[in-house]
């Protein structure tokens, strides 16, 4: 798909790896509308872009239907491309002295990040499904996982179940919209240095990226929107999830 003259949407665009995306789409001539939390810096990240801000918290279906519905409109009725990167994760062990892993604060995890995930990615799917083809391609869907969903480390049980979740859609969902000409890709980044975790230490971060095998440091948040880039131009890129981590496999902890 050719980038520009698109339609866009970021959720999760106000910081770190969204924000890097949402403007390398802008340069690369997308329109660009951005959903996050109504306190984040997504107002002004949209406006240094030309675009629009959509307030919304992810877990609540209907603020998502009308921030998305709005974000379409604003784009002038049609959005090509959507990204996803509004997540995160707890560290609990599944049991510790103190009793097993409170139910609760497991669902809510796989609420946050898969739930959410994947009501996004259908109503996303319901917007594209109404553009006219270029080339048969009406859309591409940009979610993202993690390597924890792949290796995750002690305490992270829950993240990893959830981003292990978006990986095991990606495929399905590219089957069920595949006739749609609508593609859907999943990005598992190592540590990335993003809003999340730009305080952690060099020294620390050292010593979480050591087993990476090149580069050894954290991930940039426009290494990431260049995949995302990569995604968007690349129409043989679909229903996988892709590893960006400097060939890094989490050790246990
Ligand atoms: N940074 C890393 O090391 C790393 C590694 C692997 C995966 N990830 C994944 O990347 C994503 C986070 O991106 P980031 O690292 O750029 O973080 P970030 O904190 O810089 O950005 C996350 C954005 O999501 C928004 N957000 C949080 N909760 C939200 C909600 N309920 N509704 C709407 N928006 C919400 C935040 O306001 C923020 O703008 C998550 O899915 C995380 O699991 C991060």
């Keep these: 798909m050719e980038i520009a003259g698109k339609g866009s949407i970021v959720v999760g665009g106000a910081s770190g790896m969204g924000r890097a995306t949402a403007e390398l789409l802008r340069a690369r001539g997308a329109s660009v509308a951005i959903l996050d939390l109504q306190h984040s810096a997504g107002s002004e990240v949209a406006t240094g872009l030309g675009g629009s801000f959509h307030p919304c918290d992810i877990t609540d279906e209907t603020n998502v239907e009308q921030a998305l519905n709005a974000a379409v409109a604003a784009l002038g009725g049609a959005v090509h491309i959507a990204v996803n990167t509004a997540g995160g994760g707890i560290a609990r062990r599944t049991l510790t002295k103190q009793g097993p892993h409170p139910l609760d604060e497991f669902r809510r995890v796989i609420e946050f990040n898969l739930v959410a995930t994947f009501n996004l990615n259908r109503l996303q799917a319901s917007a594209m499904s109404r553009n006219d083809p270029v080339d048969d391609e009406r859309g591409v869907i940009v979610n993202t996982a993690s390597i924890a969903a792949f290796e995750g480390q002690i305490g992270q049980v829950a993240y990893a179940a959830a981003k292990a979740g978006i990986a095991g859609m990606m495929l399905t969902m590219a089957r069920d919209l595949g006739g749609l000409g609508i593609r859907t890709v999943a990005i598992a ?65």
């Design 189 to 253: 980044p190592s540590l990335f240095s993003t809003g999340l975790t730009a305080g952690i230490p060099p020294e620390m971060a050292e010593q979480l990226t050591r087993d990476a095998a090149f580069p050894k440091r954290m991930g940039r948040p426009d290494e990431y929107a260049r995949l995302v880039v990569a995604i968007a131009e690349n129409p043989m890129l679909n229903g996988g999830t892709i590893r960006l981590d400097g060939g890094q496999r989490f050790a246990p902890k």
